[in-house]
């Protein structure tokens, strides 16, 4: 879906582009330069290499004194090395004098570590959040944190951006029978995410019951809901090894559904994730582009671009109007 700018608004960007500036790091840079050709701006040049041990080296390569600096990152694979070149960024961005620095991180890594579930746990989460604000960001940009609690772990300002709109726009052109739809929460902690999106497409929800004994590792129960002869669409925050989005889908297909979908904002697919994906009774797997897909992919995932929707993002920001009603206005484009 395309978020076009009025030709007012593009002249109002490149006249600020003295003062506005996109940089990437190695994480996600065709995320970034979307992003940028959306804005109607070039990306920033940076240096970014590491040393032969490792150590990240990062220098701008331009003036972005007095600046608003947005810097693209995701924390996604390798995960540890993202981040830490991010902070790196940031700091140079600081020390170079940029007026503002926003950190947008399409995947927020750690996120799953938001709380203590047995003693002795860190809370990753939190300790992520707390090196941003040291290391000199002034403003988060998220996109679909795991739990929305997350944001009060920041001490920076934070825009929590939801690919809800991006993901609805795409079920809706499919021109289903709201009557034979049904959308399912592979768990119950996700309910809330289940009903926002049953409510939109106007459809009943359904949950799974699910049990994890241990990290990765999730049993499936039971189901709550009727499936029976309609089109089951599982709505997740991330597919990770796609374990309890692939056992949700078999116990969907015993219950009677007639196609089972699966739609999520992050695709971390680690581990055998590709693989249990492909021989999966799901007939399409929708993902936006927060991490890179992996050119391997099976032929049923299919990557929607957020391009536009985090472009709209920085734009409110740079010209300090409101991201609440972001989402809103994005559905009616």
Same mark, same amino acid.
């Given at each position: 879906?395309?978020?076009?700018?009025?030709?007012?608004?593009?002249?109002?960007?490149?006249?600020?582009?003295?003062?506005?500036?996109?940089?990437?790091?190695?994480?996600?840079?065709?995320?970034?330069?979307?992003?940028?050709?959306?804005?109607?701006?070039?990306?920033?040049?940076?240096?970014?290499?590491?040393?032969?041990?490792?150590?990240?080296?990062?220098?701008?390569?331009?003036?972005?004194?007095?600046?608003?600096?947005?810097?693209?990152?995701?924390?996604?694979?390798?995960?540890?090395?993202?981040?830490?070149?991010?902070?790196?960024?940031?700091?140079?961005?600081?020390?170079?004098?940029?007026?503002?620095?926003?950190?947008?991180?399409?995947?927020?890594?750690?996120?799953?570590?938001?709380?203590?579930?047995?003693?002795?746990? #860190?809370?990753?989460?939190?300790?992520? /959040?707390? =090196? @941003?604000?040291?290391? !000199? &960001?002034?403003? $988060?940009? %998220?996109?679909?944190?795991?739990?929305?609690?997350?944001?009060?772990?920041?001490?920076?300002?934070?825009?929590?951006?939801?690919?809800?709109?991006?993901?609805?726009?795409?079920?809706?052109?499919?021109?289903?029978?709201?009557?034979?739809?049904?959308?399912?929460?592979?768990?119950?902690?996700?309910?809330?995410?289940?009903?926002?999106?049953?409510?939109?497409?106007?459809?009943?929800?359904?949950?799974?019951?699910?049990?994890?004994?241990?990290?990765?590792?999730?049993?499936?129960?039971?189901?709550?809901?009727?499936?029976?002869?309609?089109?089951?669409?599982?709505?997740?925050?991330?597919?990770?090894? #796609?374990?309890?989005?692939?056992?949700? /889908?078999? =116990? @969907?297909?015993?219950? !009677? &559904?007639?196609? $089972?979908? %699966?739609?999520?904002?992050?695709?971390?697919?680690?581990?055998?994730?590709?693989?249990?994906?492909?021989?999966?009774?799901?007939?399409?797997?929708?993902?936006?582009?927060?991490?890179?897909?992996?050119?391997?992919?099976?032929?049923?995932?299919?990557?929607?671009?957020?391009?536009?929707?985090?472009?709209?993002?920085?734009?409110?920001?740079?010209?300090?109007?409101?991201?609440?009603?972001?989402?809103?206005?994005?559905?009616?484009?």
């Amino acid at each position: 879906m395309a978020l076009e700018l009025s030709e007012m608004e593009k002249r109002e960007i490149i006249k600020s582009a003295k003062d506005i500036k996109v940089f990437s790091g190695r994480a996600h840079q065709s995320l970034a330069q979307d992003i940028a050709a959306h804005l109607g701006i070039e990306p920033g040049t940076v240096q970014i290499k590491n040393f032969s041990d490792g150590e990240i080296y990062v220098r701008v390569q331009e003036s972005i004194r007095g600046d608003d600096v947005f810097i693209i990152q995701s924390l996604c694979d390798p995960v540890n090395r993202n981040l830490v070149e991010l902070l790196i960024m940031i700091d140079a961005f600081k020390r170079a004098s940029a007026k503002n620095i926003t950190a947008v991180i399409p995947y927020y890594a750690y996120a799953r570590q938001d709380r203590k579930t047995s003693g002795r746990e #860190a809370i990753s989460a939190k300790l992520v /959040a707390d =090196l @941003l604000a040291t290391a !000199g &960001a002034t403003r $988060v940009v %998220a996109v679909d944190l795991h739990t929305g609690q997350l944001q009060g772990f920041f001490n920076t300002l934070v825009d929590h951006v939801m690919v809800r709109p991006v993901l609805i726009n795409y079920i809706q052109n499919k021109n289903y029978n709201p009557k034979k739809l049904v959308v399912v929460s592979p768990d119950a902690g996700g309910v809330e995410r289940a009903r926002s999106y049953a409510k939109l497409l106007n459809c009943p929800i359904a949950i799974v019951d699910k049990r994890r004994q241990e990290h990765n590792v999730a049993e499936i129960e039971n189901l709550i809901g009727d499936v029976k002869d309609k089109t089951a669409i599982l709505v997740d925050d991330m597919i990770d090894t #796609a374990g309890t989005i692939c056992a949700s /889908a078999n =116990l @969907l297909k015993r219950e !009677g &559904a007639k196609e $089972v979908l %699966a739609c999520a904002a992050h695709a971390v697919f680690s581990g055998p994730a590709l693989e249990r994906l492909e021989n999966s009774v799901m007939s399409e797997v929708i993902i936006t582009n927060t991490i890179p897909l992996r050119e391997n992919a099976p032929k049923k995932i299919v990557q929607l671009n957020i391009a536009p929707l985090l472009g709209e993002a920085i734009k409110r920001i740079h010209f300090n109007k409101s991201v609440t009603d972001l989402l809103e206005n994005f559905n009616r484009q």
